[in-house]
T-cell receptor
Framework: IAGITQAPTSQILAAGRRMTLRCTQDMRHNAMYWYRQDLGLGLRLIHYSNTAGTTGKGEVPDGYSVSRANTDDFPLTLASAVPSQTSVYFC????????????FGPGTRLTVL | GDSVTQMEGPVTLSEEAFLTINCTYTATGYPSLFWYVQYPGEGLQLLLKATKADDKGSNKGFEATYRKETTSFHLEKGSVQVSDSAVYFCALGLANKFYFGSGTKLNVKP
């Protein structure tokens, strides 16, 4: 079944540790996105990639990095996790531009202690 | 800057009631507008969208019209069902970025 997969489903992490959230899509979409969802704040864009080999900063990029080595994968890395990064993280993809429908993964629930 | 504001929730309605969830936006250009729905424990799914002024998006009985003069994209449904209980997000897409509202939780009681 086509779609987006994210791993892990959930994770508890000690502050200061490094963590990579994985995202893979099999729809051959050009654009991919990472969001965090916090209660009362909706979804906020962390980073995006319009095509393989390019990335851009979203609304809340600090403390996060991404790479886009190929079309299918878009990992999000927290170099040194802090408690304020406790959130639910969603990966999404779209065919091209922001006028296209975004398809979301099931999310990763991350708790930083 | 670009942003979306939607009405606070939760909204509680009886089955078959009329639904309106207000959404207004601020944008420096000409955005595309979207409504997404999130069911418990799941990711977001597109409900409907409109890409230019006066367009009407519709799906599953829900409708929203892109009103440039009032910078609004209000979501409506004539008769809600218990299965419509979810969180609804208004969003705009512009210049390679996406902005979501804070979400409105809808509870529909039988």
């Amino acid at each position: 079944i086509a779609g987006i997969t994210q791993a892990p489903t959930s994770q508890i992490l000690a502050a200061g540790r490094r963590m990579t959230l994985r995202c893979t899509q099999d729809m051959r979409h050009n654009a991919m996105y990472w969001y965090r969802q916090d209660l009362g704040l909706g979804l906020r864009l962390i980073h995006y990639s319009n095509t393989a080999g390019t990335t851009g900063k979203g609304e809340v990029p600090d403390g996060y990095s991404v790479s886009r080595a190929n079309t299918d994968d878009f990992p999000l890395t927290l170099a040194s996790a802090v408690p304020s990064q406790t959130s639910v993280y969603f990966c999404a993809s779209s065919d091209s531009a922001v006028t296209d429908t975004q398809y979301f993964g099931p999310g990763t629930r991350l708790t930083v202690l | 800057g670009d942003s979306v504001t939607q009405m606070e929730g939760p909204v509680t309605l009886s089955e078959e009631a009329f639904l309106t969830i207000n959404c207004t936006y601020t944008a420096t250009g000409y955005p595309s507008l979207f409504w997404y729905v999130q069911y418990p424990g799941e990711g977001l799914q597109l409900l409907l969208k409109a890409t230019k002024a006066d367009d009407k998006g519709s799906n599953k009985g829900f409708e929203a019209t892109y009103r440039k003069e009032t910078t609004s994209f209000h979501l409506e449904k004539g008769s809600v069902q218990v299965s419509d209980s979810a969180v609804y997000f208004c969003a705009l897409g512009l210049a390679n970025k996406f902005y979501f509202g804070s979400g409105t939780k809808l509870n529909v009681k039988p």
